[in-house]
């Protein structure tokens, strides 16, 4: 079945550094562009981030401000989210998502992996 | 690029129909026909309801429609069920190098 997978979570200290995964599943991982998203404890979605199908073009929250990088590997089936200078607000669950190329939304989202940022 | 705005909170009587809004600017809601809608249960990913506007991805009963006048985007519940009770997200595109703003959510209650 068509699935995603994320990885990569933890606790980790302020100003440090974080790489999640996300695997996918069941469908053609290439063909689709894919999504991070984030929700704070007790708060709403946040979209993080997106990557083109192909890796072509990538686009960022504000709030990112050149802290976090979206990339993926298709011969895996991987996304990634590199993210550096974490801070407290950081703090979230972070889902992948997939993003279909004929239309705008986001139809298959993984489970999640959490993030913590604590000194 | 703000959030945009949903009602915290809406409840209905099992059968009745609910709405929920979600108001953005002529720079997302209003500026293109790509909004869509996300149910998400306690402790659960979210779950894709509503693509661009109205339309449903196969799966997603009927009960759910979608639409959109101006800077306002609106998904409706007919047929109010206890499994509807949930959190409500919307989602448009913001064009450039923003791409995609959530709401700020709506919490259904079934009554």
């Known amino acids: 079945q068509v699935q995603l997978v994320e990885s990569g979570g933890g606790v980790v200290q302020p100003g440090t550094s974080l790489r999640l995964s996300c695997v996918g599943s069941g469908f053609s991982f290439s063909n689709f562009g894919m999504h991070w998203v984030r929700q704070a404890p007790g708060k709403g979605l946040e979209w993080v981030a997106v990557i083109w199908y192909d890796g072509s073009n990538k686009y960022f929250a504000d709030f990112v401000k050149g802290r976090f990088t979206i990339s993926r590997d298709n011969s895996k089936n991987t996304l990634y989210l590199q993210m550096n200078s974490l801070r407290a607000e950081d703090t979230a669950v972070f889902y992948c998502?997939?993003?279909?190329?004929?239309?705008?939304?986001?139809?298959?989202w993984g489970q999640g992996t959490t993030v913590t940022v604590s000194s | 690029q703000s959030a945009l705005t949903q009602p915290r909170s809406v409840s209905g009587s099992p059968g009745q129909s609910v709405t929920i809004s979600c108001t953005g600017t002529?720079?997302?809601?209003?500026?293109?026909?790509?909004v869509s809608w996300y149910q998400q249960h306690p402790g659960k990913a979210p779950k894709l309801m509503i693509y661009d506007v109205s339309k449903r991805p196969s799966g997603v009963p009927d009960r759910f429609s979608g639409s959109k006048s101006g800077n306002t985007a609106s998904l409706t519940i007919s047929g109010l069920q206890a499994d509807d009770e949930a959190d409500y997200y919307c989602?448009?595109?913001?064009?450039?190098?923003?791409?995609?703003?959530f709401g700020t959510g709506t919490k259904v209650t079934v009554l």
């Open positions: 998502a997939r993003g279909p190329l004929n239309y705008y939304g986001m139809d298959v």
């Open positions: 002529s720079s997302d809601v209003g500026g293109y026909n790509y």
């Open positions: 989602c448009s595109y913001a064009g450039g190098y923003t791409f995609y703003v």
